[in-house]
């Protein structure tokens, strides 16, 4: 009998990526279904569950051909019974059973984590992390998400809550109001909004984050200052969290990181500059690699820990 392979499902907003993978997290084959989101999201675990078996079925195979099916949900997962929040942009209810409903629809186990720590378990994994198990990834981009992976497992708190990097407070005085009702938030002045945020207190316009790095880059001082603060903020809070975790690698991801080595090289500096000097030692800063597949690499990667 051939080796099983695993599934994986990564639920956004407006589309689910959907693959088969090979235990080792080479992706056989992936593919994509939209996102339905009518009816409180009522239809998304029956559109998973029909594609599934269809193109299950396309390749002669049925469910015992699959070991299990990791999933990256759109909010924090609670980890013991693996209910949903937080997925309102999708019509969730808080406490949406997307565990159990899912493993009846496709009579597997399934394993959920949210899409930020699933993206941080494929870097750690397949990509920029290269099997390292201690790993922290921090995504920039319309906000900042993040996952802290150690020795291998992703931390996930209590109630999901843990690793959530973008709300790590890095202004505790007059800082700008973040989404979830804090203020002085990273995700305020590190994501693409957030560096248009601070360069408007700067008393300037631009419509997105590129147009601030390509001023910087023509030599306008202004978005040279605001791209060394969202440095300052990002290597305060990456520095404090490799105190905490001391990790062998800093995963850098998303849209933002797009700028480079303009931002990276700042935040180089502010990262050895808030690191104790043990942790730092073993440290590294790495661009992500893996992209859009990063979020099934890791739901299969969940899938596959917790079932051997
Ligand atoms: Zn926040």
């Not at 019974?81 to 565990?99: F, H, R």
């Amino acid at each position: 009998m051939a080796e099983k392979r695993l599934a994986a499902f990564d639920i956004g907003g407006t589309s689910i990526k959907m693959a088969f993978l090979t235990t080792e997290g080479d992706i056989i084959r992936k593919w994509s279904i939209p996102t339905d989101r009518s009816d409180s999201g009522a239809r998304i675990v029956g559109d998973i569950a029909r594609s599934f078996y269809a193109e299950l079925a396309a390749d002669g195979l049925t469910t015992v051909d699959v070991l299990a099916a990791g999933v990256g949900a759109p909010g924090p997962a609670d980890p013991i019974d693996g209910t949903i929040s937080g997925a309102v942009n999708i019509g969730w209810q808080n406490g949406y059973p997307l565990k159990k409903l899912l493993e009846e629809a496709i009579e597997l186990p399934v394993f959920i984590e949210n899409d930020a720590n699933c993206a941080a378990l494929g870097e750690m994994w397949r990509g920029a992390g290269s099997g390292a198990g201690d790993v922290v990834c921090v995504t920039l981009g319309t906000g900042v998400g993040g996952g802290v992976v150690s020795k291998g497992m992703i931390i996930t708190g209590v109630n999901g809550a843990a690793g959530e990097i973008g709300h790590i407070t890095v202004e505790p005085e007059n800082g700008f109001l973040c989404n979830c009702g804090k203020h002085g938030c990273l995700e305020t002045v590190a994501s693409a909004t957030g560096i248009v945020n601070l360069y408007k207190q700067e008393g300037k316009e631009a419509p997105d984050a590129r147009t601030v790095f390509e001023h910087a880059a023509a030599g306008d001082e202004a978005a040279k200052r605001v791209i060394d603060r969202c440095a300052f903020y990002l290597g305060l809070a990456i520095g404090n969290i490799a105190n905490i975790v001391n990790p062998a690698k800093i995963v850098i991801g998303g849209g933002v990181s797009e700028a480079g080595e303009a931002l990276l090289l700042p935040l180089e500096a502010y990262v050895k500059q808030f690191t104790f000097p043990r942790a730092m030692d073993v440290l590294s800063l790495e661009k992500a690699q893996l992209g859009n597949d990063a979020g099934v690499i890791g739901a299969a990667y969940l899938a596959k820990v917790m079932t051997v």
